[in-house]
T-cell receptor, first 118, second 112 residues
Framework: GAVVSQHPSWVICKSGTSVKIECRSL??????MFWYRQFPKQSLMLMAT?????????EQGVEKDKFLINHASLTLSTLTVTSAHPEDSSFYIC??????????????FGAGSRLTVL | GNSVTQMEGPVTLSEEAFLTINCTYT??????LFWYVQYPGEGLQLLLK?????DKGSNKGFEATYRKETTSFHLEKGSVQVSDSAVYFC???????????FGTGTRLTIIP
């Protein structure tokens, strides 16, 4: 079946640095990917919709200059947390939609990336 | 706006027990409703879904019925197994399967 890989699965960084998280669709092409954020004991919150070859669409309240999203190819979207601060510590999850073949229109999630900012 | 409320966990049951995880929602129109499951170290996986009122989604022995009158989509299984231990998320989408709104998740642990 369709697989979405996130890397790194766990990252610790110092305050003020930037961190990049990758989301890859391993065996299908994804024109659309979604980025979510999850705080402890809270629900996943949609941050933005990543569209291949165009600008991401951000949800209300999400700072686009803080969370840079790049969807440069049909199999890769990246989320960069710029000038990270402790309040950015969270679990970031991506999902990708398979448009083709037997997996058409199926949404597949990555295992998530845990960011801890010291 | 849209929202999903599901019962807080953790839930611990013995093997072969009956499972219910409650989920209610608030939304305009007629959203699609989903249950996702997340096993340790893995991404969320679609467990079942229903797209209109009175639809019943089912998979792996789990069932949930779309109840518009009570705005609910409770997850049930008649006899749980240890392998069902996971975190279960209820979700809705007004746009098919995109831009999902999730509940907080319910951690289920089944003991032998």
């Amino acid at each position: 079946g369709a697989v979405v890989s996130q890397h790194p699965s766990w990252v610790i960084c110092k305050s003020g640095t930037s961190v990049k998280i990758e989301c890859r669709s391993l065996d299908f092409q994804a024109t659309t990917m979604f980025w979510y954020r999850q705080f402890p004991k809270q629900s996943l919150m949609l941050m933005a919709t990543s569209n291949e070859g165009s600008k991401a669409t951000y949800e209300q309240g999400v700072e686009k200059d803080k969370f840079l999203i790049n969807h440069a190819s049909l199999t890769l979207s990246t989320l960069t947390v710029t000038s990270a601060h402790p309040e950015d510590s969270s679990f970031y999850i991506c999902s990708a939609r398979d448009h083709t073949g037997s997996g058409a229109n199926v949404l597949t999630f990555g295992a998530g990336s845990r960011l801890t900012v010291l | 706006g849209n929202s999903v409320t599901q019962m807080e966990g953790p839930v611990t049951l013995s093997e072969e027990a009956f499972l219910t995880i409650n989920c209610t929602y608030t939304a305009t129109g007629y959203p699609s409703l989903f249950w996702y499951v997340q096993y340790p170290g893995e991404g969320l996986q679609l467990l079942l879904k229903a797209t209109k009122a009175d639809d019943k989604g089912s998979n792996k022995g789990f069932e949930a019925t779309y109840r518009k009158e009570t705005t609910s989509f409770h997850l049930e299984k008649g006899s749980v197994q240890v392998s069902d231990s996971a975190v279960y998320f209820c979700a809705l989408s007004p746009f098919g399967n995109e831009k999902l709104t999730f509940g907080t998740g319910t951690r289920l642990t089944i003991i032998p």
